[in-house]
């Protein structure tokens, strides 16, 4: 069994920053691309930002230069920096991986962590 699990969401003014985390666990082998969405209230989940195994990242036209994602292979680990935030990006934020747990790759969620953003 493979679980992701996030953390840092939280309430901020805009302007401000958070940064999200979110660790895989169990039977893992090898972690292929990994990535974030959000869905806000009443909307669809939108990709926010990938990023592969090689460390090729993209991004969503709404957060560029404002978000970085990165990862940490060592801890099965992916982030999320958010700066300079703005109501828009109020929504519950998600991380996602592909994960090779010795059968074949597999598509793993996290249980989602909220992000509030003030104005």
């Known amino acids: 069994q493979v679980q992701l699990v996030e953390s840092g969401g939280g309430l901020v003014q805009a302007g401000g920053s958070l940064r999200l985390s979110c660790a895989a666990s169990?039977?893992?082998?090898?972690?292929?691309?990994m990535a974030w969405y959000r869905q806000a209230p009443g909307k669809q989940r939108e990709l926010v930002a990938t990023?592969?195994?090689?460390?090729?990242?993209n991004y969503a036209d709404s957060v560029k230069g404002r978000f970085t994602i990165s990862r940490d292979d060592a801890k099965n680990a992916v982030f999320l920096q958010l700066n300079s935030l703005k109501p828009e990006d109020t929504a519950v934020y998600y991380c996602?991986?592909?994960?090779?747990?010795?059968?074949?790759?597999?598509?793993?969620w996290g249980q989602g962590t909220q992000v509030t953003v003030s104005s």
């Open positions: 996602n991986a592909e994960i090779y747990s010795g059968l074949e790759y597999s598509s793993y």
């Open positions: 990023i592969s195994s090689g460390g090729i990242t």
């Open positions: 169990g039977r893992i082998f090898k972690i292929n691309g």
